[in-house]
């Protein structure tokens, strides 16, 4: 049976032109991950992983290359189309969490269902029912700025899978967190990811959390490979989380 890719990259480049000189960043990306798999990307600083996480995202268009999300052909969308699909198909986690300070956690975790136009109780239930899937229930009413750092990454990683995506996208999701929390995060990512069938894509310089990847691929030169999870390239850059 033939299982539809979730991210289907062919031949991606993408330059950068500043005061007349263009600096090629992706030649000739060639990427492919399948419903369940918790993929992650490494790479040297500057090596084109946000650049690509972005073009992945919907928020940033190749120079040339095809690129297909759950199917569908980036190329073929237009602006509104491509922000549908980046609205009901992509969950993103971003290090700094990017939550609004002024909600509870259960309102941020709404968010996603609350732009789909969700009415508000169904909303918040099936919210709900992601805190309570990261260990959160009790927090639902608290204000985001009164939780931890792993706390914050919990209510990040229940808004991103509110939407019901296929595929998630997360820059460096344990980066501002400590070992724990990081290891934490990362079980209920893999643990949710794999259980309803989602695909993670991870970018992550963090060598601790690398257990929990089905794949980890390696971006640099503009170009991936795959490499062995026990020996990841030096630069890779692997640096320990900070401290919450």
Known sequence: ????????????????????????????VELETLPGECVFLVGPSGSGKSTLLSILGCMLTPDRGQVK???????????????????????????????????????????????????PRPAQ???????????????AKAHVGKLSTGQCQRVALARALAGDPDLILADEPTASLDAQNGQEVMRLLRHLTSERGKTALVVTHDSRIFAFADRILHLDAGRIAE??????????????????
């Open 227 to 244: 490499v062995d999870a026990d020996h990841p390239p030096a630069t890779a850059g692997a640096v320990p989380v900070a401290s919450s």
């Open 1 to 28: 049976m033939h299982t539809t890719p979730t991210i289907f990259a062919h031949d991606v480049h993408k330059s950068y032109t500043t005061g007349g000189t263009t600096t090629p960043v992706l030649e000739g």
């Open 125 to 139: 239930r099936r919210a709900l029912e992601l805190l309570e899937a990261v260990g959160l229930a009790d927090k």
């Open 69 to 119: 999300i759950v199917g569908q052909d980036l190329a073929r969308l237009n602006d509104i189309e491509r922000a549908v699909l980046r609205r009901d198909r992509i969950g993103f986690v971003f290090q700094r969490f990017q939550l609004i300070r002024g909600l509870n956690a259960l309102q941020n975790a709404c968010l996603p269902l609350t732009l789909r136009g969700v009415a």
